[in-house]
């Protein structure tokens, strides 16, 4: 591995919420966060720059907590604010690791972060600091797997990052149909075409729109996060 270069320059590291929770499945587990923070300093030393975008699910879904009782946008506004957290957690362990990161909220919250603003983002991944993108896109309605393909669309990322609690697209649900096949490579259209639960389908077509390959794998191992920076063949790769 020594010899070899990482096989990208920047990427954008998409973390679901329910990954961070480990297994107690909510809240924030930080023995899997230092797991992660840990892969993410390794691409920095191997001079990748990193940007991050984070779920909330572990603490709130819009959709899903909210359903039903709720207006739709102050349910994802909640979990605009729940994304919020776990990029202050992440960002804490990755400074306890002499990582140099910086937070940026969509919804401005000056007391906690930097607004997002574009070029000053493009500037800390060029001085090698870790930038973690937190409230999704800032829109309701809008999933943080959108907001995680618009920022590396911004960003010019070469890759996105998916790590999820799945280590691959399937062509079923693997858990309901045990003849379910794992794909190492798929295109965007067969994603669409088949609905399949990569990314929902904003994302998904976000994506294809701005030729941004999409490699998804799992997070139970974040050293997975440096195989994939490294250009080994992990999970599925979406292009």
Request: negative net charge; contains cysteine; hydrophobic residues 45%.
């Amino acid at each position: 591995m020594e010899n070899n270069k990482p096989v990208y320059k920047r990427v954008l590291l998409k973390i679901s919420g329910e990954a961070l929770a480990g297994d107690q499945g909510r809240g924030l587990d930080f023995n899997v966060i230092e797991d992660v923070c840990r892969a993410i300093k390794q691409c920095t030393e191997l001079g990748v720059e990193v940007g991050v975008v984070v779920g909330g699910g572990n603490f709130w879904r819009g959709v899903k907590d909210g359903g039903g009782r709720m207006e739709r946008t102050r349910a994802d506004h909640m979990g605009m604010l729940a994304t919020v957290m776990n990029s202050l957690a992440i960002a804490d362990v990755l400074e306890q690791m002499g990582v140099e990161v910086r937070v940026q909220t969509a919804i401005e919250m000056r007391a906690i972060a930097e607004p997002y603003i574009r070029g000053r983002a493009m500037r800390h991944l060029g001085l090698g600091r870790v930038v973690i993108f937190g409230c999704g896109t800032g829109n309701p309605f809008f999933s943080t797997d959108t907001a995680a393909v618009l920022r590396a669309a911004e960003i010019e990322a070469d890759a996105i990052l998916l790590a999820k609690n799945v280590d691959g697209v399937y062509s079923a649900d693997p858990k309901l149909d045990p003849n379910a096949v794992k794909y190492d490579s798929i295109s965007y259209d067969d994603v669409l075409a088949q609905h399949l639960a990569v990314m929902d389908s904003t994302a998904t077509s976000l994506s294809m729109d701005n030729k941004i390959p999409v490699v998804l794998f799992a997070l139970k191992n974040p050293e997975n996060i440096v195989h994939v920076i490294m250009g080994e063949k992990i999970g599925t790769i979406v292009q």
